[in-house]
């Protein structure tokens, strides 16, 4: 008979489960829930913004830092992994610090383990935005990633290019290598393929799984079960426009409009430029006129007065 196992047995093995649940699942964590990427509010500005060594708009250092790989904000080990050892008393602040994350800006505790593998599993290390294309010290809202292209997006595009994400590059659900319906898209390269497309000869599947792209290897998902779009070409702010609605005879007599109504713009002009000149030379013309009349008046009184002296 088999040997009887001990109640401590029992529990280490259960222990060993668990802790095997826990790496397993580390690896599944949202970006959302890692410690590196918390919100934080800075004590004097009281703005939030991701959790950083510095606050992004005072450059002020926060009271109680957060460690960006195991989140505490105090240090209560009496024997552990410290750096710095501190037998008896609770570390708070920066007493408890080591180093600073060069990926996503943030405390990183005074711990063996955390200085150890933080720099090298940081999730944020490729963490700049597709669409504005900042990085992490470029911005001070956190990080998040697309729930379809599982690419980054800072605070501000997020909900905006989720919105617009599930758009296809082409005009039409057809595979990109025939005529047929595609069955399968891939919303990283925004494109279908049908099933005889999407395999790959001499690659082995995987049961259960999703098929990866052709040609990114992204997992693709069925089109049916996606709100997928076509892209279209919208003229104007009424909607789409087709070649059969433009209408080239109203244009071209809208044109013809535009031009008679310029050529009586100017004509107008010229006939009030020629009134104008007209006007100038008339006015000109009797100045003349009063000048001779006052020079002839004034040789008229010069003779009188001759003859008189006579």
């Not at 919100?39 to 926060?62: I, L, N, P």
Request: proline share 2%; aromatic share 8%.
């Amino acid at each position: 008979m088999p040997k009887k196992k001990s109640g401590q047995r029992k529990k280490a093995e259960k222990q060993r489960l668990r802790q095997k649940g826990i790496r397993a699942a580390r690896e599944n964590v949202q970006l959302a829930e890692h410690p590196c990427n918390s919100s934080m509010e800075c004590e004097k500005c009281h703005r939030k913004q991701k959790s950083r060594a510095f606050c992004y708009f005072c450059q002020s250092v926060q009271r109680l830092p957060i460690c960006a790989q195991c989140g505490k904000m105090k240090c209560m080990l009496k024997t552990g992994d410290c750096v710095v050892k501190h037998p008896g008393v609770f570390t708070t602040g920066l007493n408890m610090v080591g180093a600073i994350c060069d990926f996503c800006e943030a405390w990183v505790c005074h711990g063996r383990k955390c200085l150890q593998s933080h720099a090298c599993t940081c999730p944020l290390q490729d963490a700049t935005c597709i669409e504005c294309e900042r990085g992490v010290w470029e911005h001070g809202g956190r990080i998040f990633k697309c729930a379809f292209c599982t690419e980054f997006l800072c605070e501000d595009d997020q909900f905006e290019h989720q919105a617009s994400c599930q758009v296809l590059e082409s005009e039409n659900y057809k595979c990109q290598s025939c005529n047929k319906l595609g069955q399968y898209s891939c919303l990283k390269c925004k494109t279908c393929y049908c099933e005889d497309h999407v395999k790959r000869k001499g690659f082995k599947y995987e049961k259960n799984k999703a098929i990866p792209c052709p040609k990114c290897g992204f997992e693709t998902s069925q089109t049916k079960d996606l709100s997928m779009s076509t892209r279209s070409h919208k003229f104007g702010r009424q909607g789409q426009a087709t070649y059969d609605d433009y209408n080239f005879e109203e244009e071209e007599e809208g044109a013809h409009e535009v031009d008679d109504a310029e050529s009586e713009e100017v004509n107008e002009y010229e006939d009030d430029y020629s009134e104008s000149e007209d006007d100038e030379s008339n006015e000109d013309s009797t100045e003349d006129n009063e000048d001779s009349d006052d020079s002839l008046n004034t040789e008229k009184g010069a003779n009188n007065t001759v003859k008189e002296e006579k």
